[in-house]
Structure formats: structure tokens, C-alpha cells
């Protein structure tokens, strides 16, 4: 594995490995993407290999300006689709993935052989750059093993897939911090299958139209449920929980990391060791620096790892989406 920082020499390096089939690692704003060219299915079974990802859970794929939607997603002219996607078109670049039906040009395969297909158009440049040099639409899902904290730095990524990877681009952390927002434009109501940084609110305000998530209403017809709203996902290797669901006697002699935002910390009775992160920004910086606080203490032999709840509005949704799943091991699985 080499780590490049990005420039014009690693970028060109990057696309020409995408052509010939390789995977690379780029920067995204949301979350690193492990990329490799959509239109390759040699390429799309890599990426699935090397995340040791479920065959079942599709892939998203990038392109780099709006028109590319129509190349690989089927769009009926005049359709309640093609519509919904005008009025969203302002949202890119950006932390927005769209759900579609895909095209037959697309192999099956990066849509984990379902008929729809994820699309977005990412914002972060070096993405765009690569998009750009090599010509392809690029497969990218997050660059974790699967299951696992998405990485927000190249230096997470280096971590936990270094091996595995031939390149790696440096782009700086993510500003977004959270996987993009996953909206299914099929079927009769817009619904989110994914919440991000971009709310329903704001969403709907674009389209003109109420939009739901998952959880309000049933997975629409002819869309997959998103195997990434399986209930553990995003998780830490250290057990984590929130603090509500821990009794003092659960911390006796162990090494605990706390993860809270603005509250002040409790009395910890009779811990080994107590390590304290507290993220106090708003939720959009909050967003952005969570991932790399639950890294952080991932990466430090303790016992567990304890959360703490903030109301779930606007982007503290997606957090707090987020640190459900990362709490919901198998032990505490209803
Ligand atoms: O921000 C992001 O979206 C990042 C960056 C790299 O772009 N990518 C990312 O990809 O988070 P991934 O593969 O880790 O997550 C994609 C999510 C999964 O939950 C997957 O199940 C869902 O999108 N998805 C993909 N294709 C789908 C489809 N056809 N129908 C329903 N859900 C789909
Ligand atoms: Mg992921």
C-alpha cells in the first residue's frame, strides 16, 4: 500500500489504476470510498472482496456531473422520477444518493443483482478529479471492513484495509463526516433509507412533496430495504453502549471510554481507567467528528465504550442513527 497525498501525479496514477481494473482509495466529503470502475464487474467482485462485504448489499456508484444520472440510471422522460430529480439537482455535489432503476449498461452485480441502482455526485474535488481522469463511473462504497466505522481520513483507511489496497489518496478529513443521505426515488412517496446530513425537511421543501423515512413507512416497491439499515453496522470492535443502559457495577476495574457531547461527566465508580472525549460543536461539526472519536478510542484497549444520547433533529438524526447502530451488538439484540 502506498498513501499519496492528493495532486495532479496521484490523481492521474489513481484513474489509470481504476482503468485497468484495480481499487483505490479517494476522499470523499462524506467518508473515504474504496472506488473502482462500475462499469467492471472484475472490479465490482474486488470491492466486495476486500470489505468482505455481504454479497447482497449494492453498491453506490459516482459520477461526476448531473447528465451522468441518466446514463446509468433508467429515467423515463416526463416520469415523477425525472421530475424529483431536477428539483433535487441543486443538492449536487453533494452528500446525496439517489435510488433509481438502473441501467441495463450497468452489471448487475453493483447493484447486488437487484434492478435499482445508488447514484451520487460527491463534492469533494479529488473525487471529482478521478471522476474526471478516469472516465468511468466509479463503484465507491465507504473504505471500512464491512460492518465497521466508516473512515473519515486517509490515515483510517491506511489502518484498517492498508493491506489490501495498492493505493491510497490523501484529500484531508471529510467536511461531511457521515455517509450521504440515501433517498429512494421510486415508488409513489420519496422516502430516506439512509438519514445524513441532509434532513427530510430539506428535502422535502425541494421536491415539493412529504418525505418519510424508512422507519414511518414500508421499504417501497421495487426498492431493496438498505442492507445498511441492518441493525449493527458502523460499529466499533470494543463493545459499545449507551450510558443509560449501563448499571455502575458495570464499570468496576474496567477501562471505559466515554463519548459525550455537551454534558458534564458523571461520576465513572471504580473504573481501571476513564478516557473522555467530549465533542461540543454544533451537530454539523459534531458529525464530522464522530467517526474519528469512536476510531480514536477503538484504538485503545478498553473494556467498552459508553455514548451518550443527544435529541434526534436535523443532523443529530443521523448521528444518533449512527450510535444506535454502533450499540447494537448482538448481546443487547431484542
Ligand atoms: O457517503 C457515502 O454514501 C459514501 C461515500 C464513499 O460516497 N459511500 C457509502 O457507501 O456510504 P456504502 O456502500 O458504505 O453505503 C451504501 C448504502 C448501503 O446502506 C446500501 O445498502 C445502500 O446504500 N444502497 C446501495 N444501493 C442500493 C439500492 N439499490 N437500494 C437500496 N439501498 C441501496
Ligand atoms: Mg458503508
Known sequence: MTLYKASPESIELASRAIREGDVICMPTETVYGLA?????????EKIYNIKNRPL???????VPVFEDIFKYASVTADSPEQHRLLKLRH???????VILKRSPVLPSMVSAGGDTVAIRIPRHPV?????????????APSANPSGYISPTCAEHVERMLGEKIGIIIDGGPSEVGL???VLSLIGEKPCILRPGLLDAAQLSSALGEEVQYLSDSQTPAGTMPSPGLLSQHYSPRTPAFFYDQLKDSDYTDKRVGYLCFDQSVPMFKGTAHLEVIRLSGDNQQNAREI???LHKLDQMSLDLIVVDKIP????????????NRATAHSSHKS
Open 36 to 44: 473502482g470502475d462500475a462499469l467492471n464487474p472484475a472490479s465490482i
Open 91 to 97: 443538492f449536487w455535489p453533494g452528500p446525496l444518493t
Open 56 to 62: 447482497n448489499n449494492p453498491l453506490i456508484v459516482h
Open 312 to 323: 434526534a433533529v436535523g443532523a443529530a438524526l443521523a448521528i444518533m442513527d449512527r450510535l
Open 179 to 181: 455517509e450521504s443521505t
Open 291 to 293: 467517526y474519528a472519536a
Open 127 to 139: 473525487a471529482l478529479a478521478i471522476l474526471s481522469a478516469c472516465r468511468r463511473p466509479l463503484a
